[in-house]
């Protein structure tokens, strides 16, 4: 079926590590996926996206690594700070031209 | 460049009323989305727009509407409110086959 979900839906890092926030997939028609970041109050923000014919790509502290084998998605955010704090939600445009939400996981940071 | 824009930013309603919300999607942008975010649903697409077209439609009952104007703003409404219908209303604009851009929501609470 179209579903998206969240492995794990909290998670505390210490300020300055590395997150990683893991998604699975079901849909294996799934071409494209995106990551979104969404803060108290507002709606969410786009982070980074990945197309299937890739398993990795890197922006300015966030890669997407795509693993299609077994139908995941991960986001790391290198030296992660208090500003990242927020819902992180993944996404995949499935061939049906929707784009289907995981559940979310909050990431806290530590100090 | 503005982004989009959600009005109003929240509203309180009583169960059997309807609603009407708007979105003024970012200039250019000839794509409206809408989606439902809960608690525990999470973010669940209800429909999208593309040239005064619905183009697709998620698994809501009639009361829930949508249409789009020739300036690519867009409005939905929701007859007959329930309870359940409390919920953050999020629209996102976008172009072509690019990412959603959201704005940051109606928030509707049903009495």
């Known amino acids: 079926g179209e579903s998206v979900g969240l492995h794990l839906p909290t998670l505390s890092v210490q300020e300055g590590d590395n997150s990683i926030i893991n998604c699975a997939y079901s849909n294996s028609a799934s071409d494209y996926f995106i990551w979104y970041k969404q803060e108290s109050g507002k709606g969410p923000q786009f982070i980074i996206d990945i197309r299937s014919n890739m398993d990795k790509r890197q922006g300015q502290r966030v890669t997407v690594l795509l693993n299609k084998t077994v139908k995941h998605l991960s986001l790391q955010i290198a030296a992660t700070q208090p500003g990242d704090s927020a819902v992180y939600f993944c996404?995949?445009?499935?061939?049906?031209?929707?784009?289907?939400f995981g559940k979310g996981t909050r990431l806290h940071i530590l100090p | 460049k503005a982004g989009v824009t959600q009005t109003p930013r929240y509203l309180i309603k009583t169960r059997g009323q309807q609603v009407t919300l708007s979105c003024s999607p970012i200039s250019g942008h000839r794509s409206v989305s809408w989606y439902q975010q809960t608690p525990g649903q999470g973010l669940q697409f209800l429909f999208e727009y593309f040239s005064e077209t619905q183009r697709n439609k998620g698994n809501f009952p009639g009361r829930f509407s949508g249409r789009q104007f020739s300036n690519s703003r867009s409005e939905m409404n929701v007859s007959t409110l329930e309870l359940g219908d409390s919920a953050l209303y999020l629209c996102?604009?976008?172009?072509?086959?690019?990412?959603?851009?959201f704005g940051n929501g109606t928030r509707l609470t049903v009495t």
């Open positions: 996404a995949e445009n499935n061939r049906d031209d929707k784009i289907i």
């Open positions: 996102a604009s976008s172009l072509g086959s690019s990412p959603l851009h």
